[in-house]
C-alpha cells in the first residue's frame, strides 16, 4: 500500500491568512461590523485613539485601568495608517493570522513523527475554532493575548531543542507581553517560565537569565512608569478579591455585575476550552484517542497542568465568560493533536477524510455565526443610537451600557449613567435611551433599575424611535408624580 502524501489536503501557508481575512472582510464589509460592542471594546478604543493623539502632539491620556499592550498596538496601527475603529479589529486579525503560524511551528517541533497533519489541524481546529474566529473579529484584547501565549509555547519548545540566547528572549518578551495584556496571563504562562528557568539556572547561563529579565522590564516599562504608585493594584481585581474553592460547584451568583445562573457548574465550565464545541468540536471524541505515551514527555505534562491550573482558576471566579477560556485554547490545541493525528489517520479513504473535514468546518462556521451575531447586533444597536442622537437637539441623554460607544460615535449630549448617575435633576425634554425589559432579571434590587423606575414614574415617557433588539429612545414629556 503506498504511502499517504505528505500534504494530503495542499494546506499551505496562505490559509493561514486567508480564512480570517476572508471572515473579516465578510463582516466588515458585508455586515459593517466594525469590531466595537459593548463598554470594553469602546474604552480600548477610546485610549487607544487618545494615546495615538498624544503622539500627534496632544495630551498623554494617563492610567488605564487594563493593561495597555493591546491599546499601544492599536494606536501604532492608527498612527501608520491613519486608519480609526478598524485599526484595533485589525490587531486581533493579524494576531490570529499570527497565532496560526507559531501553533503550526509548535506541533512541527513537538511532534515531528506527525508532522504532516499539524497545518490542517491548524487550519480546521485552531483558525476555525468558533470561539477564537470570534475574537479575531472583535476590538479585545483576547486575540492578542492569544498570540503573546503563542510566542511563549513556541519559545518554550524552541530552547530545549535550541539552547541559543534568541529562544529564552522570545519567550520572556511572549510571556511579559501576554501578561500585560490581559493579566489572566500569568496564570497560563507561570509553568512554561518555571520550566525554561530551570534548564536555565541549571546550565548556570547567568548572562542569559539577565537579558531575558531586561526583556520582560522593557516589555512592562508603560505599566511600570503609569503605575509606580500602585504596580500591582491589579491584584486587588474584584475577580480575585472574590475567588473561592466553593465556587467551582456552583451555577449562580450574586455580584457586583447583578445574578448570574449559567447551566453547569464553574468546575465544568472551567475546561470547556477541551470539549466546548464552541472551541473543539470534536473534543470529546478526541479524548478518547489520547494514550499513555503522550504523557511521558515533560513538555507535554506542563501543557496539561497549564489548562488544569487555569481552569481551576477560573473556576473559582463566580462568572462564567467563554471568552476567557481562550487563554488555555493553543495549550489544549497541542495537547489534543496526536489523538487527532491517529484518529484521521484511522480513515483509511481520502474522500472519507475530506469530507468528515469540510463537514466539521460546515458546522463550525454555523456556530462562528451564532456566536458572533449578538455582538455584530450590539455593534449595530450602537451605531444606530449615535445616529438617532445626532439628528435631535443636544438635551441630556439618561442612558446605561451604551455610554462609551455614544462617546466614540461623537454623540456631544451630556450622558449620565444609570447606573451611577443621579436623575433627581431630570427635566422634560430630557432624553433616556434604554431597554424596557433587558435588565430586570440580572440587575434586580440595584441602583440602574431603581433610576429607570425613578423616570418613568415621574414623567410620562415619549417614544422617539424603536431601535434594534428591543431598545427605545424615549423623550421625557410632562411630570406626572413630583417628588414628596
Known sequence: MKSAPSNPYRITHWLFWLLPLSVWAVLYVGFSFNGLYGQDAHEYY????????????????????????????????????????????????????????????????????????????????????????????????????????????????????????RWLLLAAFGATSAIMTRYAAGVVGILPVLFLAGKVLTG???????????????????????????????????????????????????THQGIST????????????????????????????????????????VLVASVVLYGLFMAGIPQQNMRFLLLTFPAVIMVMFPAFARAIEMLRSLPLRRGLLAGVMLVQLALFARAVKPFVALSHLEQSAAQALHALSPATVYTFYVNGALENYGVKNPLINLWNGDTQDAQPGDLVLFHPTKFNAQWKGKPLLAHWDDLRNRFSLQEIKALPDGWKLYRLGAITKTEP
Not at 102 to 123: C, E, N, P, Q, T
Not at 277 to 291: A, E, I
Request: one cysteine or more.
Open 46 to 165: 477610546r485610549y487607544s485613539r487618545a494615546l495615538a493623539g498624544w503622539v500627534h502632539g496632544g495630551v498623554f491620556p494617563g492610567k488605564f485601568f487594563w493593561p495597555m499592550m493591546y491599546p499601544i498596538y492599536g494606536a501604532v496601527i492608527q498612527v501608520l495608517t491613519g486608519w480609526g475603529a478598524v485599526a484595533m479589529q485589525a490587531v486581533s486579525v493579524l494576531a490570529m493570522v499570527g497565532s496560526a503560524y507559531l501553533m503550526h511551528g509548535a506541533l512541527r517541533l513537538m511532534y515531528a513523527d506527525k508532522a504532516r497533519w499539524s497545518a490542517v489541524f491548524v487550519v480546521f481546529f485552531f483558525l476555525g475554532s468558533p470561539y477564537l474566529l470570534r475574537s479575531g473579529m472583535q476590538s479585545m484584547s483576547d486575540a492578542l493575548t492569544v498570540f503573546f501565549l503563542c510566542v511563549l509555547w513556541y519559545a518554550f519548545l524552541k530552547y530545549p531543542r535550541e539552547p541559543l540566547f
Open 204 to 254: 548556570k547561563q547567568w548572562g542569559q537569565a539577565a537579558a531575558a529579565v531586561g526583556v520582560s522590564l522593557v516589555v512592562a516599562l508603560p505599566h511600570v512608569i503609569l503605575y509606580k504608585q500602585g504596580l500591582f493594584d491589579f491584584l486587588n481585581h474584584n475577580g480575585l478579591a472574590t475567588w473561592s474553592v466553593v465556587n467551582w460547584f456552583h451555577r449562580s451568583f450574586i
Open 262 to 301: 449559567y447551566p453547569l457548574p464553574n468546575l465544568v465550565y472551567g475546561f470547556f476550552s477541551v470539549f466546548h464545541p464552541g472551541y473543539l468540536l470534536p473534543g470529546l471524541v478526541l479524548v478518547f484517542f489520547l494514550k499513555k505515551e503522550d504523557f511521558q514527555k515533560r513538555e507535554y505534562l
